[in-house]
């Protein structure tokens, strides 16, 4: 059996992983590097653009080393982009069904009808803890567990040499304010059945903590929401578009203060229809929801005429993106004027690449200078902290563990725990780069 670490190994985003047993393979993941797609088109939106240009841009992997692969199916395990968003560019170079989840096939077909892209792979829909055949050789379990976005999956790949288990992008929330709590079960009966090999997300690997629930952001949102006088003010709220749960959240409290609801951006379109599809929520019933300029434009004037008091404004642009409805409407391109003390909420946490702080530094400037009342970090994060890790070892106890989804720093943290916990360098835990391999 060989691993092949193709993208987010050096790096958070291009996420990207392959398993090869028996002349055959498996890839899980196929993502963006977010920053540098971003620099390189100036939008947060999968484009129909040449794959070579991104690959130069490294906003995709790189598959040279595996291309020439028996590649029997491509698992994304759920709707980020940095998980998913490689697969219009990067697919069709294997002829493999791409498998995932409601939710995350929704929000790939959705991205694939807006830009016009046709792709050859077929797309297929699996539901959680059901063992998927890919050939005579690779099976595929997708097990459920909590994070930022609906439906996320572990993936185990049962193969005759053993069960490598993925575990990319994860939390063990006890308390999901959205959706069942994870399988622990199914792990530990993984772990007794014996997983060769765990491939698992390093992100926070060096924060001495159990990451908190998603309840626990929803408690600190009612406290700005609910706990601060916006008696006569505007206010607007920012998140990831993809966070379903926290829309949820944030729909709730505007119905509390009566307020009309408004998504304005075209990402929170795309997801919340998504989500609609596969009959998770019902939005539409509550929000209006606006998902080009020009519409957006006219709306906000006609919000300004009305009275900005009587709306809650959830919109795009989180990271300060220059292309996302804040940053236009902070850049006078929507003619929004704000006044001092709006509400601006910003319910997440600034991703930490020079271009998101540069894009976010600039947007809190030009707000402070208006006079907003800003919010920010409003936020718990989807990924697993250091005692998560710990537990996700202790319950699955895997014979090798390989760090994934993260810098050097971030995925040497991982290494450490890992050593802390018995397991010995380059012999049961591999650090790697993007491009390695390594044969168990």
Not at 167 to 176: E, M, T
Not at 228 to 252: C, E, P, Q
Not at 387 to 398: F, T, Y
């Amino acid at each position: 059996m060989k691993i092949h670490a193709v993208g987010g190994y050096n790096e958070v985003g291009k996420n990207m992983t392959c398993v090869e047993v028996g002349g055959e393979a498996v890839i899980l993941d196929m993502g963006i590097h977010l920053e540098n797609y971003i620099k390189y088109t100036e939008d947060e939106d999968i484009l129909n653009i040449n794959p070579e240009e991104l690959v130069d841009a490294g906003a995709i992997p790189d598959i040279a080393g595996i291309r020439h692969l028996n590649v029997k199916g491509i698992i994304p395990t759920h709707a980020h982009l940095d998980h998913l968003g490689a697969i219009p560019f990067q697919s069709q170079n294997f002829d493999a069904d791409v498998l995932g989840t409601p939710y995350t096939t929704a929000v790939l077909n959705s991205t694939l009808v807006n830009e016009k892209i046709k792709l050859k792979n077929k797309i297929k829909t699996l539901t959680h803890h059901s063992v998927h055949p890919l050939s005579s050789n690779i099976k595929v379990e997708l097990i459920n567990v909590t994070h930022s976005t609906p439906q996320t999956a572990m993936v185990a790949v049962h193969t005759r040499e053993g069960i490598i288990l993925y575990a990319n992008d994860f939390k063990f929330d006890l308390y999901p304010t959205f959706g069942k709590k994870p399988n622990f079960e199914r792990l530990e009966e993984l772990g007794k059945k014996g997983v060769r090999a765990l491939i698992v997300d390093s992100t926070y690997a060096e924060y001495a903590m159990k990451m908190p629930s998603e309840s626990v952001a929803k408690q600190m949102l009612k406290d700005v929401m609910l706990g601060t006088n916006s008696k006569g003010k505007a206010m607007i709220v920012t998140t990831f578009a993809s966070h379903i749960a926290r829309l949820n959240s944030i729909i709730d409290f505007g119905r509390k203060l009566g307020r009309k609801i408004v998504f304005l951006g075209r990402s929170l379109g795309k997801y919340t229809h998504a989500a609609e599809s596969v009959g998770l929520v019902n939005f539409s019933k509550e929000v209006e929801i606006v998902k080009y300029s020009k519409k957006i434009k006219r709306k906000l004037k006609h919000i300004q005429r009305d009275g900005v008091h009587k709306y809650l404004l959830v919109v795009t642009g989180h990271q300060g993106e220059p292309k996302s409805t804040l940053a236009k409407m902070v850049d006078n391109k929507m003619d929004f004027k704000f006044r001092s003390e709006d509400h601006v909420i910003f319910s997440c946490k600034t991703i930490p690449t020079p271009t998101n702080i540069a894009n976010r530094d600039y947007i809190e400037r030009v707000l402070a200078e208006d006079g907003v009342r800003i919010f920010k970090d409003i936020h718990q994060s989807g990924h697993a902290a250091r005692e998560d890790l710990r537990d996700l070892i202790n319950l699955v106890k895997p014979e090798h563990i390989i760090p994934a989804h993260g810098t050097r720093k971030m995925t040497a943290a991982m290494n450490g725990l890992a050593e802390d916990m018995g397991y010995k360098a380059d012999r049961s835990v591999h650090l790697m780069h993007n491009g390695s391999n390594v044969r168990l």
